[in-house]
């Protein structure tokens, strides 16, 4: 397993929190481990930002960069335990990891608590997650009280703590080549499940029964875990934007909405995609679906560089608004609709969020009230929807029509790059993929 990690993407990435932090110590640890009941603990997932600078993906780990002359990046982790290692499996033990992660010093985590304050000593600031749990918080101003208590020895201790993750959440803005690769990857496995399922859900089958298809197509394809928990909505439950039952049997006639996206290597995906269960929409779905497609195709148009985050929001708003217009589902002008927000009745969230390593990724939306300017490198979900229930003042033949499509966006040099864009989506090609 040693020889296939490539740790050149991490180091690398340390080297630019290294220029960051200058002549202070940055401490990032990986995510504590979680029970889900009694002594049964949820399947481990590591922290973001730690599996940034290292690619390590065991527990109990922290990075600690020292900055300045003495200029170091070292490994707290796990020793080696050949008890454990027979019932939990291999751990790399600090010699290996230095090695294969190319760490300037690894210790045994037991020894973080002793050497803490020892390398906080005379560094005047301490970059690390800020409020990020209540025990990492105390253990930073345990290391920092007991640096104060050697002061008669002639050294003094940091006088502030810098959240580290405004630094790295910059960073992980701008996507490199490797993580780009893992996000085409998290794509194109996400896609092959929602073809999956158009390809074998039908009437009379329970939602589960089309969320065991895409977790069998996530999993044969090396991605154990769903980014986020599945959205497998059918009927009625298409409009209840994080429905999680996925427990009703599904009806002739009704449309299914499944949001979805596997995590691979630590890259999320995230794709929604709309279909007739029966694989043929009828006229008023139809008619909703082909507002939704084109309110986002034309967000596609305004994702590239240059561009603030919001325009393709204000995109989506202006094409769904008029669809809605169009179709009877509002009344009044186009200006009314968008200055008086009643399209918010059927059009309540965004047009989409940053995508990384979280499905909701890392980076501000807005500095300083400014919205971000697109660049290459940023990868971003595009993801307008319709969600119409029963309303005396809705033309009946709409009611429970709920149609999201999402996909993931990269933005390049010239324009953008649909990483999910083998999954059907038009009319056709969703109608095709039902193959019915
Ligand atoms: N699946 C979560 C989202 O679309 O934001
Ligand atoms: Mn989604
Ligand atoms: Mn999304």
Same mark, same amino acid.
């Given at each position: 397993?040693?020889?296939?990690?490539?740790?050149?993407?991490?180091?690398?990435?340390?080297?630019?929190?290294?220029?960051?932090?200058?002549?202070?110590?940055?401490?990032?640890?990986?995510?504590?481990?979680?029970?889900?009941?009694?002594?049964?603990?949820?399947?481990?997932?590591?922290?973001?930002?730690?599996?940034?600078?290292?690619?390590?993906?065991?527990?109990? $780990?922290?990075?600690?960069?020292?900055?300045?002359?003495?200029?170091?990046?070292?490994? %707290?982790?796990?020793?080696?335990?050949?008890? =454990?290692?027979?019932?939990?499996?291999? =751990?790399?033990?600090?010699?290996?990891?230095?090695?294969?992660?190319?760490?300037?010093?690894?210790?045994?985590?037991?020894?973080?608590?002793?050497?803490?304050?020892?390398?906080?000593?005379?560094?005047?600031?301490?970059?690390?997650?800020?409020?990020?749990?209540?025990?990492?918080?105390?253990?930073?101003?345990?290391?920092?009280?007991?640096?104060?208590?050697?002061?008669?020895?002639?050294? $003094?201790?940091?006088?502030?703590?810098?959240?580290?993750?405004?630094?790295?959440?910059?960073?992980?803005?701008?996507?490199?080549?490797?993580?780009?690769?893992?996000?085409?990857?998290?794509?194109?496995?996400?896609?092959?499940?929602?073809?999956?399922?158009?390809?074998?859900?039908?009437?009379?089958?329970?939602?589960?029964?089309?969320?065991?298809?895409?977790?069998?197509?996530?999993?044969?394809?090396?991605?154990?875990?769903?980014?986020?928990?599945?959205?497998?909505?059918?009927?009625?439950?298409?409009?209840?934007?994080?429905?999680?039952? $996925?427990?009703?049997?599904?009806?002739?006639?009704?449309?299914?909405?499944?949001?979805?996206?596997?995590?691979?290597?630590? @890259?999320? $995906?995230?794709?929604?995609?709309?279909?007739?269960?029966?694989?043929?929409?009828?006229?008023?779905? =139809?008619? /909703? @679906?082909?507002?939704?497609?084109?309110?986002?195709?034309?967000?596609?148009?305004?994702?590239?560089?240059?561009?603030?985050?919001?325009?393709?929001?204000?995109?989506?708003?202006?094409?769904?608004?008029?669809?809605?217009?169009?179709?009877?589902?509002?009344?009044?002008?186009?200006?009314?609709?968008?200055?008086?927000?009643?399209?918010?009745?059927?059009?309540?969230?965004?047009?989409?969020?940053?995508?990384?390593?979280?499905?909701?990724?890392?980076?501000?939306?807005?500095?300083?009230?400014?919205?971000?300017?697109?660049?290459?490198?940023?990868?971003?979900?595009?993801?307008?929807?319709?969600?119409?229930?029963?309303?005396?003042? /809705?033309?009946?033949? %709409?009611?429970?029509?709920?149609?999201?499509?999402?996909?993931?966006?990269?933005?390049?040099?010239?324009?953008?790059?649909?990483?999910?864009?083998?999954?059907?989506?038009?009319?056709?090609?969703?109608?095709?993929?039902?193959?019915?």
């Amino acid at each position: 397993m040693n020889a296939l990690v490539d740790s050149s993407p991490y180091v690398q990435r340390r080297e630019r929190l290294f220029a960051a932090i200058g002549d202070d110590i940055a401490i990032i640890p990986t995510a504590p481990e979680v029970l889900r009941n009694r002594d049964t603990g949820y399947l481990y997932r590591h922290d973001s930002y730690f599996y940034y600078l290292t690619g390590f993906v065991e527990p109990e $780990s922290v990075l600690v960069l020292v900055g300045g002359n003495e200029r170091k990046a070292i490994l %707290f982790c796990r020793e080696k335990n050949l008890e =454990r290692e027979i019932w939990d499996g291999y =751990r790399y033990g600090p010699d290996a990891a230095r090695e294969i992660f190319r760490f300037d010093e690894a210790l045994p985590i037991e020894k973080l608590k002793e050497e803490l304050p020892k390398l906080m000593a005379d560094r005047s600031a301490v970059h690390t997650p800020v409020g990020m749990g209540a025990a990492w918080d105390a253990e930073i101003a345990a290391a920092i009280n007991a640096v104060r208590n050697m002061s008669r020895t002639g050294v $003094s201790a940091p006088n502030s703590v810098i959240d580290v993750r405004a630094t790295l959440d910059d960073m992980r803005l701008i996507k490199d080549r490797h993580e780009i690769d893992l996000m085409r990857r998290a794509a194109v496995i996400s896609s092959l499940a929602h073809t999956r399922a158009m390809n074998t859900a039908r009437p009379g089958q329970y939602e589960y029964q089309v969320e065991a298809e895409l977790s069998h197509e996530f999993i044969r394809h090396g991605a154990r875990t769903p980014a986020y928990n599945h959205i497998v909505a059918s009927g009625p439950n298409a409009c209840v934007l994080h429905y999680n039952d $996925s427990n009703r049997k599904m009806q002739d006639g009704d449309l299914l909405l499944i949001d979805a996206g596997c995590e691979y290597e630590g @890259y999320a $995906s995230d794709i929604t995609r709309t279909f007739p269960v029966n694989g043929k929409f009828t006229g008023p779905q =139809r008619d /909703v @679906y082909q507002a939704v497609l084109d309110a986002q195709l034309a967000c596609m148009d305004v994702l590239k560089p240059g561009q603030p985050f919001n325009k393709y929001h204000d995109v989506a708003i202006e094409v769904l608004s008029q669809r809605m217009l169009d179709l009877g589902l509002l009344k009044g002008t186009l200006d009314q609709v968008i200055e008086e927000k009643t399209y918010m009745k059927f059009y309540m969230h965004r047009a989409g969020h940053w995508i990384g390593m979280d499905v909701h990724d890392a980076g501000d939306y807005r500095k300083k009230g400014v919205w971000q300017t697109l660049q290459p490198g940023m990868a971003i979900t595009n993801e307008p929807g319709l969600y119409i229930r029963p309303d005396k003042d /809705v033309p009946e033949h %709409f009611w429970n029509i709920g149609i999201r499509i999402e996909d993931d966006v990269l933005i390049t040099a010239t324009g953008n790059e649909n990483m999910t864009i083998t999954t059907p989506k038009t009319v056709a090609e969703v109608e095709a993929a039902c193959g019915r």
